[in-house]
């Protein structure tokens, strides 16, 4: 790393023939029409179509009353959960992968990456089918519950009362597990490439040293990975964070996130400069969680 | 869902291109302007290209129409879709894309004509507006027919499984005020359409609300929202299907559609009355061929083009001499055409601009409570 950089502060002529490109792009699509929206968030509607930039700080003041809080604290509270739950069930799944018999690793990854590849919409009404009143899930259920009904006619006993579906949609429940469905790529892909680079001889260096199983996964494995759980919670947590679809088609009637409130500005309420406002509020917020990430991996280097 | 409920959501005009936003709008961008770029095609009488833009809602124009009008005019339509009214006004917002004929329903054209975003028809053009219904020429989201033409309307009402109710639901009480069907509820997610029905239940007009009434109305909702199973996305008749929910709040299009596929919905418009929609035909500024919407528009309104739209997506009609035509399984289906009597006590909800954001807030307020 240190020796590409040396190269470019020698070369700068070359340097900046490539790297003219891709900052202009970022200018063009990414920069000026996010200063547009950061615009916006000062202004208010002058008409049904026409926003007037007025300097105004009303939509942050509005934006920072305590009803928006709280549904911020809520998306905070379901992304957090949702990237502990992605984290507590990838891990195990990213090491199963980095040990594996290399024939079976990539077919292994491919089962990872395949659901990636469809539609995160198709995936999700796939999910309802699943876990509606009347779906595969509740099928199931009722099957092994007339099941042991069944058996408990056979030994003598009273069967059981009617089947009755699980609620298992429209809820936060069913959020959650939208969102851990969703976003377990995003936690296994990075876990794993940092397990992949592990050097196993120092599992067994641990192992043959007396250490347990749990003592050698805690004080080798869990450090030595660290850069990929970093990673990992980051690329789950702030995708999570901003989640829309997953809470407006799957969610109950209290199930609404930040990203819900947002779209609702841009469509109905046609409230563009309080939508603008809160969306900043939530970018700000995730460039603080990549600020300290950033601090921390420095920190990390210096010692 | 299985295959055939799949279907059906595909088959809705509001349900499934809904999520699907996104999508279409990259659909519906490309098809514009491949339909504005091609090159130079022959000249019509009018002095314009034999094109038109024609920018819709999902499964809502006849299964032939837009090739029987080839046939006749000659004209090319090139039909795109959205799936909302807030993702046509975002689409038309910063200048018209190169659309010649929209179909808003009534609080847009009402938004639209505000916003001058909408041409004057000139009714000159349009001779076939004879054939529409008194009760349509003469609307108040748009006095005199200035900017609109009448292609469908619609009545929000109680969609219900026979089977899974003691009575005919037919008041508001049900869903709003009562824990009497626990659970089993989904109710409109649309802010502005929920508070103006509550007001309906309290005996209030939709257009007469005010902040005491959104105060009220939303303790209600809260109080209430432990018996609501879900806000659905105008896709209640799929819910209704599928036996997620056993009373829904829907238009009476969607629930007839369901009607057709189980004989065990019903559909109710409650005793207070309810709140009615309509979608129109317009043409937005800055449109390309002016005059082909003219002609289209007109075509749209002719007895028989009429009758094979309404056919395929048996909304009500206002369009009577297109109606007369229909079988009287159409014209006598108490759904599609709820008595005088009910009618007499709903509403056409007012475009509101300093109320809509109020409505927006209230609604978050309920979700997060």
Known sequence: MSGALQDWKSQKKPFAAVVTAPVFWLALFFVAPMAIVW???????????????????????????????????????????????????????????????????PWLLLGIMLPFWTNLLIRTYALMALMGTNGYMNKGLAGLWEGASWLRTLVGMQPLDAWTPVQLLYNNFAVVLGLVYVHLPFMVLPLYSALDRLDKSLIEASLDLGAGHLKTFMQIVVPLAAPGIVAGVMITLIPALGAYLTPDLMGGTDSQMIANVIERQFKRANDWPFGAALSFLLIYAMFILIAFQSMRSNKVKAA | MDFKTFLHAGSNRRAMLKGMGVAAVGFSLTGALAGCGEKEAKKLANGEEAKLNFYNWDTYIGETTLEDYKDSAGVDVNMTLFASNDELFAKLRAGNPGY?????SNDFVERMAAADMLMPLDQAQIPNFKNVAKDYQDVPYDPARKYSMPYTWLALGIGYRKSKVKAVPDSWKVLFDSDEYKGRIAVLSEAGDMFRLYGKYMGKSVNGLTDADLKAIEAMMIKQKPNI??????????????????????????????????????????????????????????????????????????????????????????NDAAKALMPDAYKNNPVIFPPADVLAKCEYAKFNPELQPKYEEAFTRVRAA
């Open chain 1, 39 to 105: 615009l916006y968030s000062f202004g208010q509607n002058a008409g049904p179509a026409d926003i007037e930039i007025s300097g105004t700080l009303d939509n942050y003041k509005r934006a920072t009353e305590w009803l928006y809080v709280s549904i911020f604290l809520k998306s905070f509270a379901v992304a957090g959960l949702t990237t502990l739950l992605c984290l507590i069930i990838g891990f195990p799944v990213a090491m199963a992968i980095t040990f594996a018999a290399p024939k079976w690793r």
């Open chain 2, 229 to 318: 199973k879900a806000f659905h996305e105008d896709n209640g008749q799929d819910l209704l299907l599928k036996g997620e929910v056993d009373l829904v709040l829907e238009y009476n299009g969607d629930i007839a559609q369901a009607m057709v596929e189980d004989s065990d919905i019903g559909f109710v418009i409650p005793k207070e009355g309810s709140q009615l929609n309509s979608d129109n035909l317009c043409i937005p500024k800055g449109a390309p061929h002016p005059k082909n919407a003219h002609a289209f528009i007109n075509y749209l309104l002719d007895a028989e083009a009429g009758k094979k739209i309404t056919e395929t997506i048996l909304y009500p009609t206002p």
């Open chain 2, 100 to 104: 010649d004929v929209i179909v808003p």
